[in-house]
């Protein structure tokens, strides 16, 4: 390869780094990460339900909150971590309760009126979650704990000394 060519292609090289360079910084005003540029954003249209299912899984360390349609097709769903929790704080009774109104505003216009709610785990988020719906004026019409329960199934872990 002669002295001029590779002249040529490191030129190259570097005009694309900085057309790279320029589009990200393009996209950081506006909030959106490289990935998120290049996928094609489909519109779907939005389905009208009045009557849906929550699952509610509270762990020790986050709180995810699930709706779907009374076949079991997800509509939307949220966890602490996406809110804006990190850390312990994903497991508070708070985390829970900002998650049900994230996964609310987006379904506002499916006008979702009434839900079942199945709740699942041992973590402080399970009541927020249930009163956070009654917050925002949606009627839940059962509650139902499908926390797994061991019929003398694996070890437990061992019991913390603080």
């Given at each position: 390869m002669s002295k001029k060519k590779r002249e040529e292609a490191k030129l190259k090289k570097r005009q694309e780094r900085?057309?790279?360079?320029?589009?990200r910084k393009?996209?950081?005003g506006k909030g959106l990460s490289k990935y998120a540029l290049k996928r094609k954003k489909v519109k779907s249209r939005v389905r009208r339900i009045s009557h849906g299912k929550v699952f509610v899984k509270a762990?020790?360390?986050?709180t995810v909150v699930t709706i779907t349609d009374l076949a079991g097709n997800p509509l939307a769903w949220s966890a602490a971590g996406i809110v804006g929790f990190k850390g312990a704080k994903k497991a508070t009774p708070y985390a829970a309760q900002?998650?049900?109104e994230n996964v609310l505003q987006k379904l506002e216009k499916t006008g979702l009126k009434e839900v079942d709610v199945f709740v699942k785990g041992?973590?402080?988020g399970r009541e927020a979650a249930i009163r956070a719906f009654y917050a925002k004026g949606i009627d839940v019409l059962s509650i139902k704990d499908t926390t797994p329960i061991p019929h003398d199934g694996c070890r437990p872990k061992k019991v913390?000394?603080?």
């Open positions: 900085e057309k790279k360079a320029q589009e393009e996209s950081q762990s020790y360390n986050n900002t998650v049900v041992i973590g402080s913390r000394r603080v």
